[in-house]
């Protein structure tokens, strides 16, 4: 036994001499743990608690930046505000102002309003503003400018103060666009006459055929699915361009033609309203 122990020792301590230099080759031959990572180039601690590298200690190295100042809430309101503005400006051509046309529940003054509008609209570069009406009741609207046009205005139930406002000079008669209805009056707040006179004149030119109104505004009908006014007036303008020419400024007309090639049906004038809000040339609605 004990010459066999003798042998098992010394054959041990062989093999672990044998080991030893590969070990220590192995060793030598992998790379250095620290010269890769986080800890590569560990700053060198200072006697102040703080660390230098290359002679730049961390406080240089990491200063904080200098802070920007918060805005005040009401500052940073206007500045929403502001942008929204921008924005709203963006969809919207400029335009020379508002007219405001009186209108009530009668769907001849419905057709005349919207025809009328569409060519201040995208023709002359106003914007319209509809205001409902009791259709006995603008007379004071009409005096104090709260609205600039009446389309069928009713000169024989408004008596004295017809004639009156007609003599002091407050309202303007620019005659009938029905003829078959004379005493229904296109009667302007003379204001307007002297702001937007190419829209006074405009309205003292048009002048479609009774039989015209009666047949487009027949076509008019509320609801979701119903039809509204200015799409009676793009059909008007579609199938009827020999006649509204007449009416208009050649440069006028021209405008009137690509606003409805271009599918404007509506009196609001916009540039580009985004499909779900997305926006871009592909849109549809761009």
Request: charge should be negative; charged fraction near 25%; glycine fraction near 8%.
């Amino acid at each position: 036994m004990k010459v066999i122990r003798g042998l098992l020792s010394r054959t041990f301590f062989v093999a672990v001499a044998m080991l030893a230099p590969l070990l220590v080759v192995a060793c030598n031959e992998q790379d250095d743990p620290f010269e890769f990572g986080e800890r590569m180039n560990t700053p060198t601690p200072t006697a102040d608690g703080t660390s230098s590298e290359n002679g730049v200690t961390s406080k240089e190295a990491q200063a904080s930046p200098t802070p920007l100042p918060t805005l005040a809430p009401a500052a940073a309101v206007a500045t929403v505000e502001a942008r929204e503005t921008a924005h709203l400006a963006s969809l919207f051509p400029e335009s020379k102002g508002d007219i405001k046309m009186a209108e009530w529940d009668h769907k001849p003054l419905q057709f005349e309003n919207a025809l009328i509008g569409y060519f201040l609209v995208y023709g002359y570069d106003w914007n319209i503003e509809i205001i409902p009406t009791e259709q006995d009741n603008y007379q004071k609207a009409l005096e104090k400018a709260e609205i600039d046009v009446v389309i069928e205005f009713d000169r024989s139930s408004a008596g004295d103060w017809y004639k009156t406002h007609i003599d002091n000079g407050a309202i303007t008669d620019l005659g009938s666009m029905n003829s078959s209805q004379d005493n229904n009056r296109i009667v302007i707040h003379s204001g307007l006459a002297k702001r937007a006179p190419e829209a006074a004149e405009l309205m003292r030119t048009v002048r479609p055929s009774p039989e015209l109104i009666d047949k487009l505004s027949s076509s008019i009908s509320s609801g979701r699915i119903g039809i509204k006014p200015t799409v009676a007036v793009i059909k008007f303008l579609k199938e009827n361009e020999e006649t509204w020419r007449k009416w208009l400024e050649p440069e006028v007309g021209e405008k009137i033609i690509a606003a409805v090639k271009g599918g404007k049906i509506s009196l609001v004038n916009q540039k580009c309203i985004p499909a779900g809000g997305s926006g871009g040339a592909g849109s549809p609605n761009c």
